[in-house]
């Protein structure tokens, strides 16, 4: 059953992107049938040849005899070059499109998928899984059928020669594949050993590199070098073992050129020694014993290469058959105006039996600003992804006016809501793509208008090739308030109806700070905004306010009336900030 199970997954992938190509790969497929045609030729005319010039035939015969020779050869070796040009055009475009099928299907997962798997890993997945594929888009199963023919081929040819002699070598072919058939077994488990320790190993390496500047800050680079030389070892031990048992089927090919070529030129040699064959019939025989050991030698590297595609199907299937938790609405919507947002006894935990929002509950009016107060681990970010929709609530209801999320389709739901996380993330790019997401659509007079909302409009005017100026991955050379503010531009540009600011001041200076405060209020103007922040400065102008502690509501209520009531949990952090500031 794992053995059919294979196999039909085989045929399904090739089936989905080969499909689109089939015109090509039809082409391809007979390119390669004539190439054997050609090949159980060649060895013909050569015979021909030689045994017309040892009977002293006529010049005009054999010049004859050598152009056809000639031609054969030609037209085989454009034939090979066209087949193999096709085979990897095939190759190419179907990994190509997989890759984009891969990266498409892991971005519509949910988070809970990321928490589980390193960037390392999936990088591993998307780009090396992949590759190892191309083989097996572009040969793998054609070539199998071509060598295959090619084999039984010779052997007929071999046995219309002298019938003991294809009798022979059929069963030197079927004894060489037993063997191959054998070696291969232990390969796979191996195989996927391999693709795991690469995934283990490389996500290491990519989450060791990416932080750096902590791990010399805190003097952990001798740990880190430690668990580095730990993970390479068990990486090299298991390649080692894995290219050692995987070399076993291309040692048993090399030697078998060798025995073929000996074999067919002792059986040749008796055959001349008794009268039944001519010396232009001992070279077919050698020739064709030789050519015999070439589909021989490549089946048992296609086998292989199928053994290593097996792995990596394996590992593409499992990622593509993941289903995202979240489920898409089917409701299209377009809201006109800022919405009113509900929370009706919401309960949700990142882990089994460990919740971090407990019964929540509360009605934020459209329009209107709340801001989120409590301690770290509170639950403040949880609402804000929970609303965005990065996680469904393990029970309770939230809603925007009077639809709950799941009901909405997830596009146009992230599309009505702004979301600036206090890590801000950009690309490698121009300040046009980092701002649009490549969106080509959107025109330079929008942006320019972002930038002048969000406060960038000193900062765009020191930009030597304005819009098209490039930013390197990450921000690097940008400070934590100009990364800030572009996140708050692009969120002018998107003109969502509700705002989620998470953390949004917690690394700025005082003066940027203020310049995002005058953004964040153009930003909320007209829309309903959920503000969660550490610094009570960030608060000063919204509506309400929400304590949180261990995941429930402790106070809810109008910034005002809170402010204003000397036994409320706010009141008292005000009071408590004063003195710190006073002392």
């Known amino acids: 059953m794992p053995k059919l199970q294979s196999f039909t997954q085989y045929i399904r992938l090739l089936a989905r992107y080969l499909k689109p190509q089939w015109r090509v790969t039809l082409v391809m497929v007979m390119l390669m049938f ?8 060649s060895p013909q005319a050569l015979r021909a040849f030689i045994d017309v010039t040892l009977r002293g035939g006529i010049t005009g015969i054999l010049v004859l005899i050598a152009l056809l020779y000639l031609a054969l050869s030609l037209l085989n ?21 997989l890759r984009i099928d891969l990266m498409a299907h892991i971005l519509s ?14 990088i591993e997945r998307i780009d090396s899984d992949v590759d190892q594929l191309s083989n097996f888009f572009s040969k793998v199963f054609v070539q199998m059928g071509f060598y295959l023919a090619l084999l039984v081929g010779t052997l007929i040819a071999l ?7 294809g009798l022979i070598m059929g069963c030197y072919a079927l004894m060489v594949l037993l063997v191959v ?14 693709r795991e320790a690469d995934a283990r190993f490389f996500g290491a390496l990519s989450e060791q590199l990416v932080g750096v500047e902590d791990l010399r800050a805190n003097g952990a680079v001798g740990y880190v070098m430690h668990r580095f030389i730990q993970l390479y070892n068990y990486w090299f031990t298991t390649i080692k073992k894995a290219g050692l048992t995987g070399a076993r089927p291309w040692i048993l090919s090399q030697m078998m050129y060798t025995l073929g070529g000996i074999l ?7 055959l001349w020694a008794i009268g039944l064959a001519t010396p232009g019939t001992v070279y077919l025989i050698f020739t064709y014993s030789t050519l015999l050991t070439q589909p021989l030698g490549q089946i048992i590297l296609q086998l292989q290469d199928l053994q290593q595609a097996q792995v990596c199907i394996q590992r593409v299937q499992e990622l593509l058959s993941r289903v995202s938790t979240i489920q898409d609405g089917e409701e299209s919507v377009t809201l006109r105006a800022a919405p009113a947002i509900t929370f009706e006894q919401v309960c949700f935990g990142y882990q089994k039996n460990e919740l971090v929002i407990q019964d929540l509950s509360f009605v934020l009016p459209a329009g209107r600003v709340l801001g989120i107060l409590g301690r770290t681990g509170a639950g403040k970010s949880t609402i804000a992804r929970l609303l965005f929709r990065l996680f469904d609530p393990d029970s309770g209801v939230i809603r925007l006016d009077d639809r709950t999320l799941p009901q909405m389709r997830l596009r146009d739901l992230r599309k009505q809501i702004g979301m600036i996380t206090q890590e801000v993330q950009l690309f490698e790019g121009s300040v046009r793509d980092n701002l649009t997401f490549f969106n080509r659509e959107i025109p330079d007079d929008h942006i320019l208008h972002a930038l002048h909302e969000s406060g960038l409009a000193q900062w765009y005017a020191r930009l030597p090739e304005g819009l098209d100026t490039q930013l390197s991955a990450g921000g690097a050379g940008l400070s934590a308030g100009e990364a800030q503010l572009l996140a708050f531009a692009r969120v002018f540009l998107n003109d969502p109806k509700v705002v989620i ?4 001041s917690s690394r700025l200076d005082p003066a940027t700070e203020q310049t995002v405060k005058r953004a964040m209020e153009k930003l909320f103007c007209q829309r309903t905004g959920i503000i969660i922040a550490h610094r009570l400065t960030t608060i000063e102008w919204v509506n309400d306010i929400i304590v949180l502690e261990k995941g429930r509501i402790v106070e809810y209520g109008s910034r005002s009336d809170l402010a204003n009531d000397p036994d409320s949990h706010f009141s008292g952090l005000l009071q408590h900030t004063v003195e710190v500031m006073n002392a």
């Open 109 to 122: 997962l949910d988070l809970s998928f990321y928490y589980s798997h390193t960037a390392g890993e999936l």
């Open 181 to 194: 058939m054998w070696l291969r077994r232990p390969v796979g488990a191996q195989q996927m050993k391999w």
């Open 264 to 270: 067919g030129l002792v059986l040749g040699a008796y």
């Open 159 to 165: 046995a219309l020669t002298n019938r003991l002699l």
């Open 77 to 97: 070796q454009g034939v090979t070059v066209i087949a193999n040009y096709l085979s990897e055009k095939v190759a190419w475009t179907a990994t190509n499109q």
């Open 501 to 504: 600011l998470d953390e949004a």
């Open 34 to 41: 004539l190439s054997i045609v050609l090949q159980l030729l």
